[in-house]
């Protein structure tokens, strides 16, 4: 149980999940009076759409609060934002946040940490093995609307594997073959492992706990199926990376069928 922190869970009779934790913009009645930061403000550093991305044929983990309200990405230590420097320079609340909200925050992180370990833990008995599909997306557009997108720096996909063990990176490489000959926006697709970042904390939480039976594998899709500055969809865009998700659930398959016997 959460107190403030809402979710969304769809079970159904498969090894793999798609999560979207970072995809929400809700922020509880209680705490909306202490924020600071407008939508707008927040919306550039939350996940739209990912939600979207992630209504695969797969079990379902969606996050509809802020991630400036709680952060499941981050350790329990940081998962609120109490000061600048964990949320980008910018602050957060206009007064302290009261001891008591925080307290409550950093429960709900551990309860929904509990509820995620007990679901991973059932697909792990059931089936014997676990895939994670933990999407993301990343602004690449730092200095305006307008900059010119350093492309060496910023992948048009992002798959964080640093924390993934080596057991499974015949795995990863058949994934990264694959999703190379797919096309995205009409266009051939450069995806690089951890350029931009490595994986957050459900990545290692997951992939240290059950690191023997599955991996999580964190997709940052560029934000290229939106305007970063305005939020405005290209929708066409967004459903293509969702079908490229849904496209690569195949290597998944054949990887276990074949691989493992399963």
Partial sequence: MSKFTKYFIKKIDSPFWSFAIHDGQQIDPLIDPYIKLGEDERLREEDPFTAVMAELPTNQFIVGSSRFQLDLNRTLADSVYLRPEQAWGLEVWKDSLPENIVTELHLDHKNIYSEIEELIQETIDRFGYVIVYDIHSYN??????????????????????????????????????????????????????????????????????????????????RKDFMDEWTGAPDLNRVVSCKQLLMNSITVLTTYFKNVRGK
């Fill in 140 to 221: 690449a557009k730092r200095n305006g609307p307008d900059e010119i997108i350093d492309l060496q720096k910023n992948p048009q996909i992002n798959l964080g594997t640093a924390y993934v063990d080596p057991k499974w990176d015949p795995l990863i490489k058949q994934l990264i073959e694959f999703i190379k000959k797919e096309s995205l926006y009409d266009e051939p697709i450069d995806i690089q492992e951890n350029i931009k970042f490595k994986g957050g904390y459900l990545s290692q939480f997951l992939n240290k706990k059950f690191g023997d039976y599955g991996c999580v594998l964190s997709f940052e899709f």
